[in-house]
């Protein structure tokens, strides 16, 4: 059974490309999940954006029990969201934790992550093709569970 990879993007990644292009790069959201959909070869993907925090809560219930592993880049919601960590706590599989920039270069209030605290993997500022090593890390994380 191919469970799909969760991919989980929280606020204001809608407006990647467009959004402090010069931070974040030009790269689209669009592009990011369909450079995802490509690395991924033939595991499944459910890439998915939001700007609210319970939604992202219930996707991450979702995956809890379809998914296989947990690609996320919760945006702000990394530094505020309590809740965001306890519905991580209970994923059994591999949670990867995705920043498009180095949130340790960053302001004060970037460099402390709850959800860091539930993660087997961080990766932090590579850009936009964060993801697509992020794909790949998760594919090498499940085949070897």
């Known amino acids: ?5 969760y991919i989980l993007n929280g606020p204001n990644l809608n407006r990647l490309g467009k959004r402090e292009p010069a931070i974040y790069g030009k790269t689209t959201l669009a592009e990011v999940e369909a450079e995802c959909k490509a ?18 809560i219930d996707w991450i219930h979702e995956a809890i029990d379809e998914g296989s592993g947990i690609i996320i880049n919760p945006a702000g919601y990394s530094f505020t969201s309590i809740a965001l960590l306890d519905a991580l706590k209970m994923f059994p599989g591999p949670i990867i934790e995705l920043h498009i920039t180095n949130i ?12 860091s605290k539930t993660a087997t993997a961080v990766i932090a500022g590579l850009g936009p093709n964060g993801y697509r090593v992020a794909v790949n890390a998760m594919r090498e994380l499940l085949q070897h569970r």
Request: hydrophobic residues 30%; charged residues 30%; neutral net charge.
């Open 1 to 5: 059974m191919n469970k799909p990879i």
């Open 39 to 56: 690395e991924a070869k033939d595991q499944a993907i459910e890439f998915r954006q939001t700007n609210s925090e319970v939604q992202l």
């Open 104 to 115: 340790h270069r960053r302001e004060a209030h970037y460099q402390h992550s709850y959800v």
